[in-house]
């Protein structure tokens, strides 16, 4: 039941029981419950009709005492009824007789309801003799009213439930926020009074025997069993959705953020899907939480851990805390908190004349020569189709489809004088044209030496990165740094690269993409970078947005 709020109130004093409180145990705990906020209190007189509607006032001007309330509660001609302050540890649903869900399996529904926000116990009575009914929500904590009142709407809102007079109401209520005026939580009558009709139920909403004393020992053992940091990420989420509908109805962040937030709501539900959902959950801890660092990584393991399905879907779970730390540190890289200066350059590329394959192919093709060039220079360029393809790509970081694309500039059965306008051929490229034709040889059969002049590191090991034309090879150093070897990485996180990229080709091979395609696609993604030129966290990205495509 509830009554009109009071508005042109002004803010009023929330009472700590400074004053005396009752001599009574039981109504020591009915006040400590119930009597934190005690100014506008609701009475009324007990109707002759014990099931006719109950005629409301408020009780304006002076806060009510914390012995009048108990003893006021023990009247049985009269009720009483108090309002929320500013935190509360309790919440209430109230089912009015005859309404859609004033029944056993409707209680059943709002209580399954409730559990997916941590709300796992609750307590059961019959409001009045007119057999409307009220469901308690205990808290071990206080918690802020508000935030509460929005989490338990919109929980039951998506639910399916109709939260309106005459059906379902919900106490605490989402109140209006008053600019000039304090606006008041609605009021609600306490339980179980004396000849109000009030009592304790079971599940099927028989009459179960018990006093106020039996109400509030349920009450403890119910309080104690709520998962409160399941019900306070609800209450922030619920609370931001809140802020965020009535200044924009369809901005691209709060959309963003409700599909990140249903996708963790949702949990698994098949195998394959532990890198999305850490992703999307990292991503939300950075974005709309700011965290970042260690906090990122706890943030991402206790809500995936905590995640609908994770226990029966996720095949990870033996390594869970090394993908969540990748994930992390690939998301902070990639985002940055909402309302702060981008961490990374999101400018387009600045020159737009020129169409973007053409742009790439050119790039392309003036490695080529500049390698072909200095290897030719420096005597090094290897007579052998195969060598001389390796040490190419290599020097001009392309891959074996771009260079075997562009012949005429290295290949020395197609050049035809073409790698320099100005250059002619030796008598050594005449006569290596004027030879029959050969097939090239296999890869594997021959082995890539290291050439001081112009290479930092030794070759690559048969079978490695770049031994493959169909792989993509890691970046390497350019001609001109120092001559020094970077330090060893972490093991563990270049065997987590390796799987990545292996698992990125793969679901290339599965979308049916030639290497050529997967190159395109990179580059339109990563604004014209080459697959050597991915850093780690962009790999990851590419990992993502592939399986995204085969989902589609």
């Known amino acids: 039941m509830t009554a009109s709020i009071g508005l042109g109130e002004t803010p009023r004093r929330t009472s700590h029981h400074a004053e005396p409180l009752p001599a009574d145990p039981t109504g020591q705990r009915l006040c400590e419950i119930f009597g934190h906020y005690l100014w506008n209190v609701i009475n009324a007189e007990m109707p002759e009709d014990a099931t006719a509607k109950v005629d409301w006032t408020t009780v304006t001007g002076y806060p009510l005492r914390p012995r009048v309330l108990w003893d006021q509660w023990q009247d049985a001609n009269q009720l009483i009824g108090v309002r929320f302050t500013h935190e509360t540890r309790y919440a209430l ?4 007789a005859g309404g859609a869900y004033s029944t056993a399996e409707g209680v059943a529904q709002i209580r399954a ?4 926000i941590g709300i796992t116990r609750t307590l059961l009575i019959r409001s009045s003799w007119s057999g409307g009914l009220h469901l308690y929500l205990p808290f071990a904590e206080q918690v802020n009213t508000f935030d509460l009142a929005v989490a338990l709407k919109e929980c039951l809102k998506a639910q399916g439930f109709q939260i309106k007079a005459g059906q379902l109401e919900v106490f605490p209520n989402v109140k209006a926020y008053g600019v000039t005026t304090f606006i008041e939580y609605n009021a609600h009558r306490l339980p179980l009074q004396p000849g109000s009709g009030s009592c304790l139920l079971d599940d099927a909403l028989n009459h179960q025997l018990g006093n106020l004393a039996r109400f509030f020992w349920l009450w403890d053992g119910a309080a104690a069993q709520q ?19 009535p200044k924009r109805r369809s901005h691209p962040v709060d959309t963003w953020r409700h599909d990140l937030d249903l996708e963790i709501t949702e949990g698994w539900t098949a195998h394959g899907q532990t890198n999305h959902l850490l992703k999307t959950i990292a991503c939300y801890g950075r974005v709309f939480e700011g965290l970042s660092g260690q906090e990122l990584i706890d943030y991402t393991l206790r809500i995936a851990i905590n995640c609908p399905g994770y226990e029966q879907y996720c095949r990870h779970q033996h390594e869970i805390e090394r993908k969540v730390t990748a994930w992390a540190k690939s998301v902070e890289n990639y985002y940055w908190p909402l309302g702060t200066t981008p961490s990374r350059d999101t400018s387009p590329p600045q020159n737009n004349l020129v169409p973007f394959n053409q742009s790439q192919s050119e790039d392309a093709q003036h490695r080529i020569r500049t390698a072909y ?12 189709i195969t ?42 490229d005449k006569a ?3 030879a029959p034709c050969q097939a090239p040889e296999p890869l594997e059969n021959k082995g890539l030496h290291p ?16 031994s493959d034309p169909n792989s993509f090879t890691p970046e390497r150093g350019v001609r001109g740094d120092e001559l020094s070897f970077p330090q060893p990485p972490d093991p563990a996180h270049l065997s987590f690269l390796e799987d990545v990229a292996d698992i990125c080709h793969r679901q290339a091979e599965r979308l049916g993409w030639t290497a050529v395609q997967m190159g395109q696609f990179i580059a339109d993604q990563f604004e014209g970078k080459r697959r050597w030129q991915l850093s780690d966290d962009e790999l990851m990205t590419l990992l993502y947005r592939l399986q995204a495509l085969e989902v589609d």
Do not use: C, F
């Not at 309801?113 to 997916?116: F, G, I, K, S, V």
């Not at 060039?373 to 052998?384: F, V």
């Open 387 to 428: 060598a001389r393809a390796k040490v190419i790509t290599q020097i001009a970081h392309v891959s074996q489809q771009t260079l075997y694309k562009h012949l005429s500039l290295w290949h020395p059965y197609h050049q035809q004088g073409v790698i320099n306008d100005g250059a002619s051929l030796s008598g050594d």
């Open 451 to 466: 050439i001081a002049p112009t290479m930092k590191s030794g070759a690559l090991p048969e079978g490695g990165a770049g």
């Open 432 to 434: 290596i044209l004027a």
């Open 373 to 384: 060039r200095e290897l030719e220079q420096a005597g090094t360029l290897p007579d052998q």
């Open 113 to 116: 309801a409730l559990e997916t």
């Open 93 to 96: 649903i109230d089912l009015d």
């Open 227 to 245: 998962d409160l940091d399941t019900l306070r990420h609800a209450m922030k989420i619920g609370r931001d959705n809140h802020r965020k509908r």
